[in-house]
């Protein structure tokens, strides 16, 4: 179990790191939401909610809060990149929103205390 679970780990860092990859290469504009960015939050949606029943499963004692802090964002980005795909073009504001979300939810997986990072 503890194979599986730092498989899906890797993976879901992946995951933010080729969303975060896909939202750095845009920065001077013109801002859309790509497959980098769709793939990246899919992934990390994912194997998040995979690593929370590979916890749960296991006797890892799990942080309900930072768990659910991280579903409502990362379901947030899930949302606001999949209904901006076929977009042309995002607003400024929207795209600086999603990036930062993006920063946000890596920073309450690395910052907020617990067991088990992820």
């Known amino acids: 179990m503890e194979i599986l679970r730092q498989v899906l780990l890797v993976v879901h860092i992946l995951g ?4 975060l990859g896909g939202l750095l290469v845009q920065l001077k504009g013109p801002w859309a939401a790509n497959s980098l960015m769709r793939d990246g939050v899919g992934t990390a949606f994912v194997t998040g909610l995979l690593l929370v029943g590979v916890l749960e499963a296991g006797d890892a004692d799990v942080d309900n ?9 990362g379901l947030v980005l899930l949302v606001l990149v999949m209904a901006n795909l076929k977009k042309p073009t995002l607003p400024k ?3 600086y929103g ?4 993006t ?9 907020w205390s617990s067991a088990h990072a992820f």
Do not use: P, R, S
């Open 65 to 73: 809060m930072k768990v659910g802090v991280k579903f409502v964002i």
């Open 93 to 95: 504001g929207l795209f």
């Open 16 to 19: 933010y790191a080729a969303l």
């Open 98 to 101: 999603v990036l930062a979300l």
């Open 103 to 111: 920063l946000l939810n890596i920073g309450v997986a690395v910052f």
